[in-house]
Each structure stands twice: as C-alpha cells, then as structure tokens.
C-alpha cells in the first residue's frame, strides 16, 4: 500500500523517523558534548512534533512552509535549552517554544496595527516567560511574568490580547469522532441571543418532538445564549455530546419544520 506523501519545504512527511526514548537519551547525551551529527539526528526526529504543532495554525492564511521552517526555528531553542536533568519530557518543554516561535512570526507579519507600548509590554512578557521555562521547565502564570518585569498583570493580558493574530470563527477547536467544534460554538451573543428563525411560533410545536435532554440543550443554547462549554458544565456531559445532541435536535425541528 503506498504511503500518502505529503511534502513541506521538501521534506516527505511520510518518511520522518520516530525516536524511542532510548534513542532520545542517547543522542541527547551526545548532544551535550558538543556532537552536531547527533543534534542533526534530533532534531530530524522531532520534525512530527513540529507537524503536530502547526496544524493547529491551519486555519491561518500563512504558509505551511512557512510555518514549518518557523516551528523548526522554536524546536532547535527548545533542543538548545532543554534540560533533561529536570524529568521533564521534551515534547512538554518544546510544545510552548514551538507554539510561541510561530505566534511571536505571525504578530510580526500582522497586517493589525498595534501601539508600540502594547508591543513592547508584550515582548517582555514573551521573553520573560521563555526565560522562566529555561529556568523552571515549566510555564508561569502571569503573576510570575507580572512579578518577573515589574507591570501588572492585567496590562500584560491586555497587551499579548493586542498582539494576538486574528481567528476565523469557523475555526475548529477541538475534533472528536468527526464532530467538530468550532469558535463561534464558544462565543455568546449577548446583544441578540435567539436566532431569527427561533423568533418562529412553530418552533414550540418543533421542539415538543424532542426528547426532554435535546430541548433543554435548545433552550439553554438559543433561548438564554450559552456556549455549548457552558452548557456542557451544567448538564454534565462532555461538550462533543453537545454539540452532537445539538445537531440532531436541529436537524429534527428543521425535519418537522418543512412538514408544516
């Protein structure tokens, strides 16, 4: 059976190696010694992780080249900082440094002016929480990044907010078993929480054809303007069967809808 070959920047996805943790160890070993073959070697066996990562960034108008050639860029500092001393597992160090290397190009390349102050305050908390994680291989809170550069930590919400690229709302968020959740499922409309069609009579006689699960998800949903997260928190299920009740309870009200 062929392999489905999908190549970035030259490289045939299909063909990456994978490295065990022996593997890691070792070469990390010799890494440490100043061995650039087998730096070489690590870094060509962590270029998954780097394919994982940017998949994330998808539904962005950028390069997938691109993007790859930055995540590589994250993943050497992470290599180049990584302490394996402090049991932490590579992938959770380089993750974050991978994410933050792509972001950190994506706010550079943004066509959204942002004032130089805002800018400024950000990157300083963007370099203080590297610098954090090399330190403590983990990520801070923001009040450690706030006590870090002395400014508070509500400015440097507003001010990485500022800085952040936009996302489509027909983003997917999260994936299971083929239902998709996107951001406009997190967002509440607060100025207008019904649906135009909702507004019809009809609609009760619809809804009376569901089950008593599938019109409490309606009604909080599209009668009071919740997430599905939030509706998920309070009838205590996972948000895929959210959103997997929500479909099939519309897709039987706009069954009974046309009927009528």
């Not at 983990?138 to 507003?158: H, L, M, N």
Request: proline share 3%; aromatic share 8%.
């Amino acid at each position: 059976m062929a392999l489905n070959k999908v190549e970035i920047c030259g490289v045939n996805t299909a063909k990456l190696p994978l490295l065990n943790d022996e593997e890691k160890d070792a070469l990390f070993a010799r890494i440490k010694e100043g061995d650039e073959t087998a730096k070489e070697e690590y870094i060509k066996g962590n270029l998954r992780l780097v394919l994982s990562v940017i998949k994330r960034f998808g539904s962005t108008n950028e390069n997938p080249d691109d993007l790859f050639q930055i995540g590589c860029i994250g993943l050497i500092k992470a290599i180049n900082n990584f302490n394996p001393e402090l049991e932490v597992k590579f992938s959770t160090y380089a993750v974050p440094m991978i994410i933050g290397e792509i972001r950190r190009y994506m706010r550079d390349n943004n066509s959204i002016r942002v004032s130089r102050s805002l800018r400024d305050t950000a990157y300083k908390a963007i370099y203080a929480k590297e610098n954090y994680m090399k330190r403590n291989m983990k990520e801070p809170t923001v009040q450690e990044i706030a006590d870090e550069i002395g400014i508070s930590k509500e400015e440097i919400v507003y001010a990485l907010d500022a800085i952040q690229a936009p996302v489509s709302l027909n983003e997917p968020v999260y994936n299971d078993s083929g239902d998709a959740l996107y951001v406009m499922d997190q967002i509440s409309d607060k100025k207008n929480r019904e649906e135009k069609w909702v507004e019809d009579l009809s609609l009760q006689a619809a809804m009376e054809h569901l089950d008593e699960r599938e019109r409490y998800i309606i009604q909080l949903r599209f009668f009071e303007g919740k997430t599905q997260m939030e509706v998920a928190r309070e009838i205590r299920i996972s948000q895929a069967q959210v959103s997997r009740l929500e479909k099939n309870a519309l897709r039987l009200m706009r069954q009974y809808l046309k009927t009528e």
